[in-house]
């Protein structure tokens, strides 16, 4: 039989080396061009939404693509996370030194992300089924509209908190962190210069990759892939199914709480109203285009979709026209490896006879017996 | 003391009374068989062994402990592996990564020691992989190791399972159908593969086939289970010859 099975080795190997190097390469571009000033500022604006959404796209394959659950609400724990930590950031941070602000507001995005994490995902995660789109998708909306009647503020007299602006009063000279539906406005950026900024974003994405990959790559990854492709047989073999979907679940609102935290941090403004469903899908197709369970991918697909809306800007009529043909084509790209696939898999059944059996084994012996009860007749 | 004892096991489904009465008694060292025609309650009992189903009467006790009723997980740990009548494997990992992942509850490291790839997580991989090539051995197929599941020929498949559950270290190793469709030449290889396990790794198993001369050749007890019942019970011999277990098989077409 040829050798079709490739070395599953190499391959966790190759991934790794092409992940960490299209991430760098992709930084060191953008180092230079920085530094030659050929960056238009549209451009430096696209640089930290990029490893954002490279950062949610990645964290969101680890649910979708390895663990194989859907989720429709990744964008709630990116708000989660991103209002959290600027609520911190404007408030406790605001006398610290900067490095140890944005690691702060940083730890304290992810921390609230993944306690959303955990209030969504321990209630559902414990039953199998299709529970967790349905749920998810509800949180989103549900976190989004909180948010936007939520008043939050401090002055002398401590942490005032209402649901309605009626109630809600500062002393004067004392500004509130949360303003009901008014988006958060002027948020400081991480660095005045935009390399700076960028380079934190493109750590935090080292970061997520390392995280995933090395996840992947152990027994933990093992028990989560296990449950993807079979549930039964991976409790047959002792795996605690709760334990390693909330695992995956939980890790990847964390990352998603550290991407808001970055985007908004880049952006200066917080829009509540802008985290819904639409933004989970566009991260879910980045998902998909990327290739369920390709981490590489992720990166590419996000960055193409990311960059891609704004070049057609110019294109103005024929934007959605290019970007829907675009997708066609990035998607035929990405599925031609599976076709491959596809067909070496069925040559390998044909030739390999009986690949396929029937479900259900074999039919009761009745021949055996039959011999028996003749012998005894004859006796 | 029995490693396996199992007493006046049943469940219903509904109405149907799928299993009932169901008495078993295991030895180490030995190999048991569980035949009966289509639809008797063979896998149904494996369900309830392996903590699948939760019974509705009786008990379990494997190696002096109560396991009536507990979760898979809880029975995995405590020793009983099992393999399935459609093969269930991980069809889009490795065959090494199959093996490997039967380990899950034998060779353990917590999840941060996989992320951040220290000593212990390195040493820990070196002792699964090392394990999990010599059992890839055991049954011919450590070549493949790298091959994705799904690429195996089907004996192989079948053969891949055996080893995963292997790797749980188990005391009662469970065969639902190893035989099922594969060609003579492969059955009686299995045939001395499975002899083989039963030796070199001392442990009790319970199979489940319909291809009686590979039952009767290998199995030193068999138990017949008729609707749920169980109808005979004895060495090969005993119970090849009874009426009531030929009656069974040969149903109601009584020429
Ligand atoms: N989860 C279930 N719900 C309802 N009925 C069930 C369930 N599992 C099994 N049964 C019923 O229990 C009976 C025994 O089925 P089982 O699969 O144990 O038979 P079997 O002896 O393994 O047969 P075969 O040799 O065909 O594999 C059947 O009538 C089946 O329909
Ligand atoms: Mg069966």
Not at chain 1, 231 to 254: C, D, H, P, Q, W
Not at chain 2, 158 to 174: G, N
Not at chain 2, 180 to 202: C, I, Q, S, W, Y
């Amino acid at each position: 039989m040829a050798k079709k099975g490739g070395n599953n080795r190499k391959k966790s190997t190759r991934t790794y080396i092409f992940s960490f190097a299209l991430i760098l390469v992709f930084w060191a571009v953008v180092e230079i061009l920085g530094h030659m000033n050929m960056l238009s500022s549209k451009m430096l604006g696209l640089l930290i939404p990029i490893c954002a959404y490279a950062i949610m796209a990645v964290s969101l394959n680890l649910v979708v693509g390895f663990l194989g659950e859907l989720s429709l609400g990744h964008a709630a724990f990116m708000l989660a996370g991103a209002t959290a930590g600027v609520v911190f950031y404007n408030s406790a941070g605001l006398n610290m030194p900067q490095v140890l602000r944005v690691i702060i507001t940083l730890v304290i995005g992810a921390a609230a992300a993944g306690l959303f994490g955990v209030i969504v995902g321990v209630p559902v995660l414990r039953f199998s089924g299709d529970y967790l789109a349905i749920v998810t998708l509800a949180f989103c909306q549900i976190l989004k509209n909180v948010l936007s009647t939520t008043y939050l503020g401090v002055d002398s007299a401590g942490i005032h908190l209402a649901f309605d602006q009626g109630s809600f009063r500062l002393e004067p000279g004392a500004k509130p962190l949360i303003k009901g539906a008014q988006p958060i406005s002027g948020i400081n950026k991480i660095s005045p210069d935009m390399m700076v900024s960028f380079t934190v974003g493109i750590v935090l994405l080292i970061l997520t990759v390392a995280f995933v990959l090395n996840l992947m790559n152990s027994r933990a990854g093992r028990a989560i892939t296990a449950i993807r492709d079979d549930e039964i047989a991976a409790k047959s073999i002792g795996i605690n199914l709760t334990r390693y979907k909330l695992m995956a679940f939980i890790s990847s609102a964390v990352f998603a709480g550290l991407a808001g935290v970055i985007y908004v941090l880049n952006l200066s403004t917080l829009d509540f109203k802008k985290y819904d469903y639409n933004l989970s899908i566009n991260v879910l197709v980045m998902v998909v285009l990327g290739g369920m369970g390709n981490v590489p991918g992720s990166i590419i697909a996000a960055a193409l979709l990311t960059f891609l809306p704004e070049l057609l800007r110019n294109f103005s009529q024929y934007r959605m026209f290019i970007y829907s043909i675009v997708l066609i084509v990035i998607m035929l790209f990405n599925q031609a490896p599976a076709f491959v696939q596809l067909r070496q898999r069925l040559t390998a059944k044909i030739r390999g006879k009986n690949a396929q059996e029937p479900e259900g084994g074999e039919k009761a012996d009745t021949e055996f017996f039959e011999a028996k009860k003749q012998g005894k007749e004859d006796e | 003391m029995a490693l396996l004892e199992v007493t006046n096991l049943g469940i219903s489904f509904g109405g149907l009374q799928a299993v009932s009465g169901f008495e078993l008694e295991i030895e180490s060292g030995h190999l048991y068989g569980l035949i009966g025609p289509n639809g008797a309650g063979k896998t149904t009992a494996f369900n309830m062994l392996t903590g699948m189903y939760v019974p509705s009467q009786g008990n379990i006790v494997l190696d002096g402990v109560d396991i009536t009723g507990k979760s898979p997980e809880f029975i995995s740990k405590a020793g009983i592996a099992r393999t399935f009548q459609n093969i269930r494997l991980f069809k889009g990992m490795s065959v090494l990564d199959n093996v490997k992942v039967g380990m899950h509850n034998r060779v353990t490291y917590s999840m941060w020691h996989g992320i951040f790839r220290d000593g212990v997580f390195r040493d820990r991989e070196r002792q699964m992989d090392k394990k999990a090539m010599d059992l890839l051995d055991v049954f011919g197929i450590a070549d493949k190791a790298d091959y994705v599941a799904s690429q195996l020929p089907y004996g192989e498949q079948r053969k891949l399972e055996i080893c995963r559950a292997l790797a749980s270290d188990p005391k009662l190793l469970l065969l639902d159908e190893p035989a099922a469709g594969m060609n003579p030449n492969e059955t009686l290889e299995l045939r001395e593969t499975v002899r083989k396990v039963r030796d070199d790794f001392n442990i009790a198993i319970l199979l489940i086939e319909h291809d009686m001369k590979f039952v009767m050749g290998i199995c030193e007890e068999i138990t017949v289970l008729e609707y749920g019942k169980i109808i005979a019970h004895g060495d090969p011999e005993s119970v090849s010859n009874d009426p009531r277990v030929i009656a069974a098989y040969l149903g109601g077409d009584d020429d």
